[in-house]
């Protein structure tokens, strides 16, 4: 089956890596990617900068160039940045603009409400949130408002899975991804989401799963399709994404 991988991390030692919580990962490249995944029909992807990126671009442009025209990317920047800087990142691929509530490295969230407008009006770009659920209650009536939201991983933790499902209501876009990081069983959270919004999931791989206590494995796409069944699992694999990053089917 065709997919859209949502969440995918490029790490290439030759541009600038910086430590997180005393944390540096290893190398995972744009051909080291691809070969993990040669046996897949994959249409497509969303390179995300992680938190021992900081606001380096130059990796992310790099790795769009090698991976193609289907790939964006998902950058981190400073609520100051001029626009011409966003624009030219545009060009380059960049669609979205990430804050890490959760390890840091990222913009902060004081500064969420006047970036996400912002770089929606200018470049019609989204906020993507890694942020644990037990925190959306407090963001819960901000999130609403923004003109284009997604959040990683699911949640991560059941504890505020009724928040997400109540975004989820708004039209906030999440990621099936991550299943070696959350607390409780993918399965049926995959179940509740597409039930309350199929329009919302979108699956991905999170390679290389830096961190994560169980790293991405080829049952991840087992559970989705066993969770949802083909014609479902199709608007989850690749047809939301799609929708979403690319603005096409």
């Known amino acids: ?84 800087t966003i624009l030219a990142l545009h060009e380059a691929g960049i669609r979205a603009v990430r804050f890490n509530l959760k390890r840091g490295g990222s913009e902060d969230v004081s500064k969420l409400v006047y970036f996400a407008n912002r770089i929606h009006d200018l470049a019609q770009w989204h906020i993507e949130l890694y942020v644990d659920s037990k925190d959306l209650d407090g963001l819960y009536s901000t999130l609403i408002k923004l003109p284009k939201v997604s959040i990683d991983h699911l949640g991560l933790s059941k504890s505020g899975f009724k928040t997400l499902l109540k975004l989820v209501e708004k039209n906030v876009k999440v990621k099936a991804t991550g299943f070696g990081r959350i607390d409780f069983d993918p399965a049926s959270a995959i179940q509740d989401i597409y039930k309350t919004n199929p329009n919302s999931l979108m699956f991905g791989t999170d390679l290389p799963s830096t961190r994560a206590p169980r790293p991405f494995t080829e049952n991840d796409f087992t559970i989705v399709l066993d969770a949802l069944g083909e014609e479902a699992a199709e608007k989850v694999f690749y047809k939301n994404a799609l929708d979403f990053y690319l603005n096409k089917q």
Not at 5 to 28: K, Q, R, T, V
Not at 33 to 61: M, P
């Open 1 to 84: 089956m065709k997919f859209f991988d949502s969440h995918l991390h490029i790490i290439d030692p030759n541009f600038p890596l910086y430590e997180n919580n005393g944390y540096l990962p290893a190398a995972f490249t744009s051909s080291m990617y691809l070969s993990q995944l040669e046996n897949h029909d994959l249409v497509g992807g969303t390179i995300v900068s992680g938190s021992f990126q900081k606001q380096d671009q130059s990796y992310l442009i790099d790795a769009l160039e090698k991976l193609g025209p289907n790939y964006v990317g998902v950058t981190q920047l400073l609520a100051d940045t001029p626009d011409e």
